[in-house]
């Protein structure tokens, strides 16, 4: 007796088969990035500091390597001439740009969530204690687990709470306390960012310290030992090799602070729009559909056990 073979979806998959229920096409645990290279995946969209860091070691490296081939031009010495503080300066940029990376994946996959409708488009269709579950089960259906999707626990949480305690007043209350809520996590992913933005000049303001005070250590070892002006011209090296620190640190450092602001603030607004969006599915699909209990009604859940 021979099988028929399954029909694949549009994404590869395997079809289901007639009685077999169909898997949800969100699945945090397979989708999101952080899942995907085996390592503990952070709530929404922040990023797991142990997985950054090994990247910006990854990438620092890859860096320096790529750069290696070409160690006679000037560009190269800045980054391998100049001390310690180039190094360290390229380091912070390296997590930087991980975390950015890793954050802009997970922004993605949270914004697959407002392509799916949770509710009927019938006209006449209103929301309430009682149509509250078939909200839910369609939630469930969507998402393999929806607590990990910022959108759909958000509506979760408010449901719920119409669900059992019946309060259609409340609903609107809980969302907008959640977008709080999840607004200020947001703000909370970007804290290493902005640190390393702070800190990334400071080193290389202190890379202009450390050359300048070599630059001038060594002028004063060369007026007190030159005899003439051949010796002057040698001994002068010193002094001009520290002033390359000074300001090419400083360089580097301010080139790096720059792009990892500018990057960052181009996903920040992808993700303050993608959390308007939020907002504006949860009054479309939620608050719009709300009504009012009855009295009777309003009595009749009360007085439920």
């Known amino acids: 007796m021979t099988t028929k073979p399954r029909i694949s979806d549009a994404s590869g998959q395997p079809a289901p088969t007639a009685g077999e229920p169909s898997a949800p096409p969100l699945h945090w645990e397979i989708q999101d ?73 997970k922004v993605a996959l949270q914004t697959k969530a407002l392509d799916y409708s949770i509710t009927r488009d019938e006209v006449d269709f209103v929301l309430s204690p009682k149509t509250a579950n078939d909200i839910l089960e369609e939630i469930y259906k969507l998402a393999h687990n929806p607590k990990h999707f910022l959108l759909f626990n958000r509506i979760e949480r408010a449901l719920s709470n119409l669900k059992h305690i ?18 200020s996590s947001m703000e909370s992913t970007y804290t290493l960012v902005r640190g390393f933005i702070w800190a990334i000049p400071v080193l290389g303001f202190i890379g202009t310290v450390q050359g300048l005070s070599t630059a001038i250590g060594g002028f004063g070892v060369v007026l007190s030992k030159a005899t003439d002006i051949s010796e002057l011209r040698g001994s002068l090296q010193v002094v001009t090799g520290g002033l390359a620190v000074a300001f090419e640190t400083t360089f580097i450092a301010l080139v ?5 602001q500018l990057l960052l603030t181009a996903l920040k607004r992808k993700e303050e729009a993608f959390l308007d969006r939020c907002s504006e599915y949860c009054h479309r699909h939620i608050v719009s559909k709300l009504r009012t209990l009855s009295v009777d009604e309003d009595q009749e859940i009360e007085g439920a056990p």
Request: with cysteine; net charge negative; aromatic share 16%.
């Open 33 to 105: 990035i952080e899942r995907k290279l085996c390592f503990a995946g952070e709530k929404y969209t922040d990023s797991n500091t142990f997985l950054t860091f090994l990247m910006s070691l990854v990438l620092t490296t890859a860096f320096y390597v790529g750069l290696a081939p070409f160690y006679q031009c000037y560009f190269a010495q800045m980054f391998f001439e100049r001390g310690a503080i180039p190094y360290l300066e390229m380091w912070m940029a390296s997590w930087s740009l991980a975390i950015l990376l890793i954050k802009w994946r």
């Open 166 to 183: 019946g309060r259609v007043s409340d609903v609107e209350d809980i969302l907008r306390s959640q977008a709080d809520n999840d607004e």
């Open 256 to 260: 790096a602070a720059v792009i990892i």
